[in-house]
Structures are given as structure tokens and as C-alpha cells.
């Protein structure tokens, strides 16, 4: 039997639930993703609501019909209304294309160096800076190229080490970090100046004829401190550096093949892919400790975003061969896959727009 | 002699007026940024400073960064601190931008005109030191400036100071007309070029025309000689002849131009009917009429003679030869899919059999080459997941279990996209920038030897061919590259590559070479096939409509390359090729397997002159596409020609007498 107090609790209970079930239905997002498969030269714009993740639309890039050419960076404009695509190989050299957000319609291009890879724009000089990774086999130094994505025009190319990946700014956009994963080295560039600031060999067993042993293929600034972390995919390590100091500070033993990293916006996880390891890495920078590591859903997982509101990592597979890469997305709340769409080969490059 | 008649430009603008309206503010909430001079004009080679300065919304300075930075930064550089050196010609925007602390802030857009250097003089080329009455010649004139670059923002217009003696029309052609003295009068950009020309009369009386052929067929060039003589009888040389002609094809059904004539008498007809030549000189003239044929009487056909499907996966390039046991092989590659090679036993070419599949970690297997003693087959890798590729080797002694002995990546990380085996040396091109020679003589241990590279900006390279001890590689817009790795003609070697020469043409779709001897002419050609897809490729559901042809290169003079004929099928586009006595191969994408009589002089559009023995579409319907034709590339082999379909796997067919399309 129930009492009528009782009855009036669960039902206010009830209700209670309700109210909540729709707040929180209320302030669920959709997150939409952009992933660029290396190997079938297509971009996948992924949707995902918080429970299901969709494919909203899947096209071709690239301008060599029956060659690879290799999408391989991905990034958004501050104001939302644009997205950018890096294509690995032209005629030799690279190229970047801009696309309106919504229609995808191609609205401009720029040719680059050799292997344009992973690219940011600066919230403070307007600019957009992107590594010309130059995968081509000699390990010569390349170069960073400074884009004016309004007009699609290179304005300036700076001089780093050879492969340099993971092109990184810092929040505020002030400053430009890369690492150059032949020649072990981490690049500081001045955003406004263009100049390199600072380097710093991350490879202590000092790399012979451009050949690291840690090959860097990371770096992301820490989003309120003066801190940067960059993945030593060669030795199963992520370094901590102090950037006031200009000091490693800290090392973390990870999974094999640390290869793309991200810090939640609060600047209290560090989360990291791990190529050789088909896992993702969920590291809680006060502690300095792996919190936990979840296996991803194909291997070869290669890039890693997390959501603005620090819920989510959106984490690339690759897989090998005719296998589809995937997306699968990792709630931080829970270290738990909340959801995974196949995609295209050879998935790699990622970047989120939220609306 | 050159006149200046007036001043071009003044050039004393090197910084123009700050009362210039040309700076563009970007409207901005915190401000604004003025940029002294606000707009300016800059001589090339010249520098000049920007000023900048940050201003409060009520106009007042206020704290802020400036980043400069150049819309055109190879015509016109800037740096740091706002100094501009012009580099070349045109309007060209600066960008200063203000950063206040870490935030974006206004900007100021300064125009900068780079003026073109004056013109210095006017070139006319093409005129001969004395003409003849009766005759034409054609000149052509330009405006350079004092580096001698031509300034075609600028036009020529010419004409004569005498037009009884000689006249000039719209497109440069002169036309002696009497005996005497004119000038010619070329004006542009300011200045005036004159040219006196003396004319002569003419002394041609009589012209007999012979020529090469009584009868010929289409495609057949025929040469007509003019010769020249005067009141005397006596030979007359160095007097321009014209040679025209009149056609009277067989099908008199709205039928089109049906023929091409060069300015030195060589003819070639398109169709079959009634041609009548005419060359004149001055007063004299002649005229022949000839007979052409069809080229075949009899038509040929190719007919199937096997098929390997390959249904799941597009099919890339193919190998043939003959294993070390006496039978037949062939190895086909794959495209945008599982990283593998296909083994066939093609001993009966009717029942063509698949024997093996390597797997190797790729997405594209583009090419597939096997050495000539039959024992080594090297494969190209793209899309490899540790982005290593290179290119993988196997043991084909059984090539039903082919062995996989090394693989080799150092320097080609980025991809072979082709190769090709020649004697003991591998030659893999690295992510579309050189080749690499690959020393195999311990092709389980290959060593890089060489490498070849066109250091220009932005070459890039496609594939390559070796014949001879002489790499034909096909570059793009860079065209054909040939270079001595072992001839010997300059001293090559595959440690040492060198250059012989090169040619380019303008469409910069330069995918394939192959070169031939014509044994008829002893004409040495290298023939380049174009690749283009204008309307884009389709992978899977809609056939693709490519765009291309073959462009046949006379490199007889290694130094003086001349195009002078082509074949090209309308509506389709060339993919791979290969020559075997006076026939091609054509691998035509979306138009077939396309074979072609290049026996004989060539001149003009193969196609047209019908000069096509025979085509095959290859179709299935479930292949990638279904039904829709996509060859890759040819092979003739044993009297049989093999060829990879892009959509539908490995085909053999066989050319046969037409006996049921006699005409």
C-alpha cells in the first residue's frame, strides 16, 4: 500500500526527474565533427547529439583524380563560418582548402609546401599557421606556412626542423609550438613576428642524420598555464614543458606510440592517442597520472580533439588496408565510448565546430 | 632604330601623395589604423617604408603591435617593421593589422603599384632581309622592356610607308607588291620601330610542282616540291613558295576540313577523296591533284580472348612476361583498397587464371613491375598505415607463391606512385619529386645509387620508363624529361644521371613517355600521353569522362624537340601507352583499348586520318562501375594484347580480320 504522503513524494520525485530529463535533453548539444581519411582522399562530417553519432555528409577533396593525395589537416575558423582542409600531395606541394560551413561549398585554396599537415588559426593575428610536414623521405628541414585564410594567400614560411607536425598555437594565439619529428626538436614561433623564438631538442639520445629516436609528433599548450606537453612517439612518452623556463618539467610513460594530444579547456586532462597501443590515453595533469586508458574501435588511432565544454574526446582510427577508419567519441565523464562511426580510409585529421 | 615619341610613364612616383584615397579601414569597434603613405606607387627593386600607427576610436595613439604582412609576397616582400621591396610588376595589398595585448584589432590595407620597367624597344622577328614581289611572309612584333622581357600588357600595330610597294594586314603578314623600298612601321608603348625592307623582283617565271606519292592513303604524308626557275631556265632558290590546297572528299555530306598542309609543302588528308594542290609564286604557280584512299581497305577488329575479373577492387597497372618455367604470367595491381597484388597464369590466355595474392600494408598498388629474367617483382605502396611506403619486393620464380623478400622505404616514405626495372636497377619515384636508382643486383638488400630531380619551382614527376640506358620520365607541366642512366650519349650512369633534354607543352598533362624508332623514317619519337579529368573521376555508381591525348615528340635532334602529331579520341582520355613495331597501344580510359597504325611519316591528328586499326570496350556489369570502360594500361604480348581495366580487372584480346565490315 501506498501512502498518500508517499504517493505525493514519488510523484513530485517523478516530476522532478521529468524536469531534469529535460534540462538535461535542453542542454544536450550537437558536436559536429570533421574527419579527413587520408587514403580515400574524403572529408566525413560527423554529427553527434550526445547519444548517436551520424554521418551528415561525406565528399571528395582533392584535385588528382587517380592519385592519393592525402587530406590530412583539419581546422575551423574562430567565427564558425569556415572550414580548412590540408591535402598532402600535389604537383609536388600541397595545398590548403577553404569551405564555407553549412553548404561545404569551396570557397578558396592556396598551394603550400611539401605535405601540409595539421594547421590552427590565431585568434590574434587572424592568421592561420600550418607545417608542411614533408613525409617525402629526406629529412631536410621544412617549413611552417603562415596563411592569411581571408584572402588565401601564403604570407610567410618559416624555417623549422625536418617533419614537422602537430602545429599548435596557444589560446590566446600569441604563440605557435610544432615539433619536428625527425630532428627531435620543439619550435617556438612568435605568431606576429613569424620568427622562430625558441627550440629545444626533446631527444636525449641526440638524433643521428636526422633520424630521432623519440620522433615529437605533438604538441599542445596548456589552455590557462605556461605549459606545453608533446608526445615522444618514439619512446612511449609525453613531456611536460615549462615554457617560462623553457624546462621539461615532467615525463609521462604512456601507451606505444604516443601520436596526437589535446588538454580539456579546464586544463585538468591531457588526453593522447596512442598509435601502436589502439587506445586512448586519459591523463590527469595534477596527478600526473594515466587515469585511465580505453581501447579504441579499429587500431592505428591517430588524432584526438576534445569538446569545448571539456565532455568529450573525438578520437580518429585508421585501421590498415581496405578496413574504414572510425570516429569514436569518449565521454570524460564516464572513460567509456559513447559512440563510433565508420568512415573513410585512413582517418586521421580531426576538427570539431559546436554550435 | 628605336624612337621614344613619348613618355611612357613617370617613374618618379616611388612614393606617391598621402592625400592618396587607395587605404581601405576595415571598420573596427576599438579603433583604427593609419598607415603613412597610405597607398603608394614603388618602381621594381625599389624600397620603400610604411608608417604605422595605432589609433583609439576618438582618433587619438594608443598602445598596440602592428604585423605587417604582403598579399603577394613574391611580387612584392615586407617585413617586420613595414619595409616594402618591389619584386615584379602589378597591384599588390599590404596588410598592417593591429594586435591590442592578445587580441585582434583593426587593420589598414595599403595599395601598392609596382609599375612595369618602360618600355625599352620594339622586337620584330620573322622578316627576311630581302622580298620578293608576289610573295608573303609573316612578322611578328613586341614591346620589351631594357631587360628584354616582353610586355604583353602592350600592343603592336603595324603599317607600311608605301603601300604600292608593300603592304602589312592585322596579323603581320606582308605582302610585297612591286619592286623598291617601304618601311614598316611597328608602334607601341610609346615607342615606334621601323624596318626598311627592300623588294625585289620576283624572278620566278615558272614553278613545276611534283610530288612524293601518285596515290596515297589517309594519314599518309605526302611531299610536294616546288620547283623554281627563271625567264632563263635557270634554277631559282630562297623565293617563298605558298602552298594551298582543295579538297574533294568522297563524302560529300557536309563533311569538314579534310586536310592539312604545312608551309613546306608537306600534305596529309583526313579523308579519302580528291585533293588538289597548288603552290604559287608570285605570278608562277602549279597544281597537282591527288588520289587518297581509305587507309584500310580491310578492317580489323579486336576480339576478347579472356577475361580475369576483378570485381570488388579497381584494377591499376599490369606486367606480363614469361616465368622460369616457360609459362606465362601477369601481375595486376589494385587501387584505393586493400594494399594487393594479383598473380595470373596466363599461359592460355583464354583461361586466364588467378593464382595468387600478396597483401602488402597499402591502400593503392599503382605499379607492378617484374625484372627481365622473370624472378623479381617489385610493388609501389601508397597509403601504407606507418606512412612508410616505398616499395616491396618478391621472389616470382613460383609466381604461385610468390616469396616476399624486402621491402625498401628510406627517402620514398611519401609514396611511389610508379617504377620500373631495367637491367639490375629499380627506378621508384619519391611522392611525386624525383626518381630514385635503386641498386638490385641483391634484391634482397637494394641500395639507393642515384637520383634524378628537375630543380624548378613546383616540378613534379609522374612516372618514368628506361630504354636503352635512357630514363624517359613524364613530368607534368614539366613534359618530358629524357637522361643518360647508362647510355652513354652524356656520359650517364644510374649513380649519375644526366640530363639530355627535355620538352614541355603548355597543358601541363604530361603523365606518361614512351619512345620509339620509326624504322620507316628513322625519325626518332617519344611519344607523351596526357592525363585529365576536367570533369572529375568517378570511383564507384557513374562512369568517368577523362580528357587527353598522345603527343608525338620528334627528339631526332636531341636538342631541338618538335611536336608533330597527336592522337586523339574525342570525348575520352589517354591513360598508359606502349609501341611495338609501327603500331601504339592506347590505353584510352573511358574510350578503350585503342590500336593505332604509326607506320610511315606522321603529321596531324592520327585520329582523323584513320589512321585507328582497331578498338575494344571492356565492360561488365558488376564490375566497380558496371559497364563502364576505364582501361588502365596495355601490353602486347605473344601476339596478344593484355591489358587492366580499372573496373572490371584483367582482359586479353586479340587482333583479327574484320570480315564481316568489308566496305
Known amino acids: 500500500m501506498i501512502r498518500r504522503t508517499s504517493l505525493a513524494a514519488l510523484l513530485l520525485a517523478t516530476a522532478g526527474l521529468g524536469q531534469a530529463a529535460a534540462a538535461d535533453k535542453a542542454a544536450r548539444r550537437t558536436y559536429t565533427a570533421y574527419v579527413a581519411c587520408e587514403s580515400s582522399d574524403e572529408v566525413y562530417i560527423v554529427d553527434f547529439d550526445g547519444e548517436q553519432a551520424k554521418t551528415r555528409d561525406v565528399f571528395e577533396v582533392g584535385y588528382q583524380a587517380t592519385e592519393v593525395e592525402g587530406p590530412h589537416g583539419l581546422t575551423v575558423g574562430p567565427a564558425g563560418d569556415y572550414w580548412y582542409c590540408s591535402i598532402a600531395h600535389g604537383k609536388p606541394f600541397g595545398i590548403l582548402y577553404k569551405y564555407r560551413v553549412g553548404s561545404n561549398e569551396l570557397v578558396g585554396e592556396c598551394e603550400l609546401g611539401m605535405f601540409p599537415a595539421t594547421m590552427q588559426i590565431s585568434p590574434m593575428t587572424g592568421l592561420l599557421y600550418v607545417v608542411n610536414f614533408n613525409l617525402h623521405g629526406r629529412m631536410l628541414p621544412s617549413t611552417v606556412s603562415i596563411v592569411d585564410p581571408e584572402e588565401m594567400v601564403e604570407v610567410a614560411r618559416t624555417v623549422t626542423g625536418a617533419m614537422p607536425h602537430g602545429s599548435r598555437l596557444t589560446r590566446a594565439g600569441d604563440k605557435h609550438y610544432s615539433c619536428a619529428m625527425m630532428s627531435g626538436e620543439l619550435y617556438e614561433i612568435d605568431a606576429a613576428t613569424f620568427d622562430v623564438t625558441r627550440n629545444m631538442q626533446l631527444d636525449v639520445d641526440l638524433p643521428k642524420n636526422h633520424a630521432s629516436e623519440a620522433k615529437p609528433t605533438w604538441v599542445s599548450p596548456h589552455p590557462t598555464e605556461p605549459r606545453i606537453y608533446a608526445a615522444l612517439n618514439g619512446k612511449a612518452q609525453i613531456v611536460e614543458v615549462d615554457t617560462d623556463k623553457w624546462l621539461v618539467t615532467r615525463r609521462f610513460r604512456t601507451g606505444k606510440g604516443p601520436y596526437n594530444l589535446d588538454v580539456t579547456p579546464d586544463g585538468g586532462l591531457l588526453v593522447a592517442t596512442y598509435k601502436g597501443d589502439q587506445a586512448l590515453g586519459v591523463w590527469d595533469l595534477a596527478t600526473g597520472e594515466e587515469r585511465k586508458r580505453i581501447p579504441t574501435s579499429r587500431p592505428v588511432t591517430h588524432g584526438v580533439a576534445v569538446t569545448g565544454d571539456g565532455r568529450y574526446a573525438f578520437v580518429t582510427c585508421e585501421s590498415r588496408n581496405a578496413d574504414p577508419g572510425t570516429l569514436d567519441i569518449v565521454d570524460l565523464r564516464t572513460d567509456k565510448v559513447a559512440a563510433t562511426v565508420v568512415v573513410g580510409l585512413q582517418a586521421g585529421g580531426i576538427a570539431l565546430l559546436e554550435r | ?663
Not at chain 2, 603591435?65 to 611580387?75: C, E, G, Q, W, Y
Not at chain 2, 585503342?594 to 578498338?615: C, K, P, T
Request: with cysteine; aromatic share 8%.
Open chain 2, 1 to 663: 632604330m628605336v624612337e621614344r615619341s613619348r613618355s611612357f610613364l613617370a617613374l618618379a612616383l616611388a612614393l606617391a601623395a598621402a592625400t592618396a584615397p587607395a587605404q581601405n579601414q576595415k571598420p573596427a569597434a576599438g579603433g583604427s589604423v593609419r598607415v603613412t603613405p597610405p597607398a603608394l606607387t614603388l618602381p621594381v627593386g625599389q624600397k620603400a617604408k610604411l608608417e604605422a600607427e595605432v589609433l583609439d576610436p576618438g582618433g587619438r595613439p594608443a598602445e598596440g603591435r602592428v604585423l605587417f604582412f604582403s598579399r603577394a609576397r613574391r611580387a612584392l616582400r615586407v617585413s617586420r617593421d613595414g619595409e616594402l621591396t618591389a619584386v615584379s610588376p602589378g597591384t599588390h595589398e599590404v596588410v598592417v593589422r593591429a594586435m591590442f595585448g592578445r587580441e585582434r584589432g583593426p587593420e589598414a590595407t595599403v595599395v601598392v603599384t609596382v609599375p612595369h620597367p618602360e618600355p625599352a624597344g620594339i622586337e620584330v622577328e620573322g622578316a627576311p632581309a630581302v622580298l620578293y614581289t608576289g610573295t608573303n611572309v609573316r612578322v611578328t612584333a613586341a614591346v620589351v622592356d631594357k631587360d628584354g622581357v616582353e610586355r604583353d600588357d602592350l600592343e603592336v600595330t603595324m603599317r607600311t610607308s608605301d603601300k604600292a610597294v608593300l603592304e602589312v594586314d592585322a596579323f603581320g603578314f606582308l605582302h610585297a607588291k612591286k619592286a623598291g623600298e617601304a618601311s614598316l612601321l611597328a608602334s607601341g608603348g610609346g615607342l615606334d620601330h621601323v624596318r626598311v625592307f627592300k623588294i625585289e623582283a620576283n624572278p620566278v617565271e615558272k614553278l613545276q610542282l611534283s610530288s612524293s606519292h601518285e596515290r596515297a592513303r589517309t594519314g599518309d604524308v605526302v611531299t610536294f616540291t616546288a620547283a623554281l626557275s627563271d625567264a632563263g631556265g635557270a634554277a631559282v632558290a630562297g623565293v617563298p613558295v605558298e602552298y594551298t590546297f582543295r579538297a574533294m572528299p568522297d563524302d560529300t555530306l557536309g563533311n569538314a576540313a579534310t586536310g592539312q598542309i604545312t608551309s613546306d609543302g608537306r600534305f596529309v588528308a583526313e579523308q579519302p577523296g580528291l585533293y588538289t594542290i597548288t603552290a604559287s609564286c608570285g605570278a608562277a604557280r602549279d597544281q597537282m591533284t591527288l588520289r587518297c584512299d581509305e587507309r584500310f581497305a580491310q578492317k580489323k577488329k579486336l576480339v576478347k580472348v579472356g577475361h580475369g575479373p576483378v570485381l570488388d577492387v579497381h584494377t591499376s597497372d599490369l606486367w606480363v612476361w614469361e616465368g622460369v618455367d616457360g609459362r606465362d604470367y601477369c601481375v595486376t595491381g589494385t587501387w584505393g583498397a586493400n594494399g594487393d597484388a594479383i598473380f595470373w597464369d596466363v599461359t592460355d590466355p583464354s583461361r586466364i587464371e588467378r593464382i595468387a595474392t600478396v597483401t602488402v600494408d597499402a591502400r593503392t598498388v599503382n605499379d607492378v613491375k617484374v625484372s627481365e629474367d622473370g624472378r623479381l617483382c617489385i610493388i609501389s605502396r601508397e597509403g601504407a598505415s606507418d606512412r612508410k611506403n616505398g616499395i616491396v619486393a618478391f621472389d616470382v620464380t613460383d609466381p604461385r607463391k610468390p616469396e616476399r623478400i624486402t621491402e625498401f622505404n628510406d627517402e620514398l616514405t611519401g609514396g611511389v606512385h610508379n617504377l620500373f626495372i631495367d637491367k639490375n636497377y629499380a627506378y621508384a619515384l619519391s611522392a611525386g619529386r624525383r626518381y630514385d636508382v635503386l641498386d638490385i643486383k641483391n634484391p634482397r638488400a637494394p641500395t639507393r645509387v642515384g637520383s634524378y630531380q628537375i630543380f624548378e619551382p613546383g616540378a613534379s614527376i609522374h612516372d618514368v620508363w628506361i630504354e636503352d640506358g635512357i630514363a624517359y620520365s613524364s613530368n607534368w607541366r614539366y613534359g618530358l624529361h629524357l637522361v643518360d642512366v647508362g647510355n652513354g650519349i652524356k656520359g650517364g650512369s644510374p649513380s649519375n644521371p644526366v640530363k639530355i633534354g627535355n620538352y614541355a607543352y603548355p597543358s601541363g598533362w604530361n603523365h606518361a613517355a614512351f619512345p620509339w624508332r620509326s624504322k620507316d623514317t628513322n625519325k626518332f619519337y617519344v611519344l607523351a600521353g596526357d592525363e585529365a579529368f576536367p570533369y572529375g573521376l568517378s570511383t564507384k555508381d557513374n562512369p568517368t569522362y577523362a580528357r587527353g591525348w598522345i603527343h608525338f615528340v620528334d627528339f631526332t635532334d636531341l636538342d631541338d624537340p618538335q611536336e608533330v602529331a597527336r592522337y586523339e579520341v574525342p570525348e575520352a582520355g589517354t591513360h598508359n601507352l606502349w609501341v611495338e613495331g609501327n603500331t601504339l597501344y592506347v590505353a584510352y580510359y573511358n574510350g578503350g583499348l585503342r590500336v593505332v597504325d604509326i607506320s610511315g611519316d606522321l603529321m596531324g591528328d592520327l585520329y582523323r586520318q584513320g589512321r585507328e586499326i582497331a578498338w575494344f570496350l571492356p565492360t561488365h556489369p558488376k564490375g566497380v562501375v558496371p559497364n563502364a570502360p576505364m582501361v588502365w594500361g596495355p601490353q602486347p604480348y605473344k601476339g596478344k594484347i593484355f591489358f587492366s581495366d580499372w573496373n572490371s580487372g584483367l582482359w586479353c584480346v586479340e587482333l583479327v580480320e574484320d570480315r564481316g565490315r568489308r566496305r
